[in-house]
């Protein structure tokens, strides 16, 4: 091959043998230029790591951290060892059969005089009874009555205190909650228990409310995105086709809800829904119902999707507008002009398009309701409750922390299930937020 450079013809050949004499290129400043090539690409790099290291950051500590000590949490609870650290011990090295003899019983007996000291024995009473209902009176009586237990044989005074210590069923659980990890929470959240064999059961029918919790909450959920999906189509394809002075004004009127907060829309939901609120009276003024029959939609089920689907519809309409926006109305006209008609051409030219903007909606909508607290709280009563709420109640109320985070765990593993199925049915690549 021939290259001309300035008026002499110089091949290639040529050209590799100047550069294997004369080394290797050079830059301005001496450095090789393989050498100086590498140094800005290594910059460039740590450029752009700092850059995006405070985001990083805040990711891990507000995101990633509290989502992995949740997880560390629904299946760690040191309470028991903490409180009586000899007796799990003894505990762990125990067979498990029956009832303990009187080496087990005289070690129980030093760590509730020294609990007893400490003023802790309620945690420990708590983490048993989470596993056996009706325990922590036991401890508690026990404790009270340990000083008067000064000597041997200690098993028969600490059952002649309280009677429930010479249960097998008691020392199996206080075997099982010695150890630190345990997996009776997500048994509990799925409304099973371990029996005295060790076996899994189910609960009582009584304690069998989880279960219908998270049915409830992915049904309600569904429900919710579908009612959104159905309200903000039209509104979005008015949004998208609207001269822009009119969509404008339109849009401010979608948005307007972002402005206000969500404690006064759900207030106001409560306001228009009651037996003597705006919704009930304009029936009764319209004939639809008697005003002795007012229709009860509020503190139950029908509150609950009300509320929620006036707040989270924002949230379907603008993935869908800005999907809508970019379809040509020319498509229409064109599937027209070839003989469909106007369904037809909205069912397969128009609707296909906007696939990413719903699938960008439904995901969004979806997974908000599934965890939403606030709304179901002030509006659904008992009828309208969903797994938040209870998860919620165990970390304010009942304290049972580990139990909250084993029902937060297995919501976040199902919506990473829906997440996936989601992905095979219709393609996370295809979403389009905007």
Not at 80 to 87: E, I, Q, R, S
Not at 116 to 138: F, Q
Not at 261 to 279: H, P
Not at 399 to 408: D, E, F, I, K
Request: charged content about 15%; overall charge positive; aromatic content about 12%.
């Amino acid at each position: 091959m021939w290259v001309y450079t300035g008026g002499e013809q110089t091949t290639m050949a040529d050209i590799t043998a100047n550069q294997a004499v004369t080394g290797p290129l050079i830059a301005a400043d001496g450095t090789p230029l393989k050498r100086k090539l590498a140094q800005t690409t290594r910059r460039a790099r740590m450029r752009a790591l700092l850059l995006t290291a405070p985001l990083v950051l805040f990711l891990l500590v507000s995101f990633v951290f509290p989502i992995g000590q949740m997880l560390y949490q629904s299946a760690h609870n040191p309470s028991f060892g903490d409180v009586l650290p000899n007796t799990a011990r003894a505990l762990a090295e125990w067979e498990g059969d029956g009832v303990p003899g009187e080496e087990m019983f005289a070690i129980l007996a030093a760590d509730l005089k020294q609990a007893r000291e400490d003023r802790s024995i309620g945690r420990a009473a708590t983490r048993v009874n989470y596993e056996l209902p009706g325990s922590r009176s036991l401890f508690t009586r026990t404790v009270r009555n340990i000083g008067k237990v000064e000597a041997a044989p200690y098993k028969e005074a600490l059952i002649e205190i309280n009677e429930k210590w010479d249960d097998p069923i008691l020392w199996a659980t206080l075997k099982r909650v010695s150890n630190d990890y345990t997996a009776s929470f997500y048994l509990a959240a799925v409304d099973r228990k371990y029996d005295a064999d060790g076996s899994i059961v189910m609960q009582d029918e009584k304690r069998q409310i989880y279960v219908q919790l998270f049915w409830r909450t992915l049904w309600l959920s569904a429900l919710i995105t579908f009612l959104c999906f159905l309200l903000a189509y039209p509104v979005s394809y008015m949004l998208s086709v609207l001269p822009l002075r009119y969509s404008n004004l339109l849009m401010i009127l979608v948005l307007l809800p972002f402005w206000t907060s969500l404690l006064v829309r759900t207030t106001a939901w409560i306001a228009m829904l009651q037996s003597e609120g705006v919704v009930n009276d304009l029936l009764v003024w319209t004939s639809v119902l008697d005003d002795d029959n007012r229709a009860q939609m509020i503190y139950n089920r029908t509150g609950t999707i009300v509320a929620m689907t006036h707040i989270l519809l924002p949230f379907m309409i603008l993935p869908l507008y800005s999907v809508m926006k970019t379809i040509p109305p020319s498509y229409m006209r064109a599937a027209r002009s070839l003989g469909a008609n106007s369904f037809t051409a909205f069912r397969r030219v128009y609707f296909p398009q906007t696939i990413p903007g719903i699938a960008a909606g439904t995901l969004l909508v979806f997974i908000l309701a599934i965890g939403y607290y606030i709304t179901p709280a002030l509006v659904g009563g008992q009828d309208g409750q969903l797994i938040s709420n209870l998860i919620a109640f165990h970390m304010q109320r009942s304290l049972n922390w580990s139990l909250a985070a084993a029902l937060g765990g297995i919501l976040l593993v199902g919506v990473l299930v829906l997440y996936w199925v989601y992905n095979k049915l219709v393609g996370i690549d295809k979403l389009k937020f905007g």
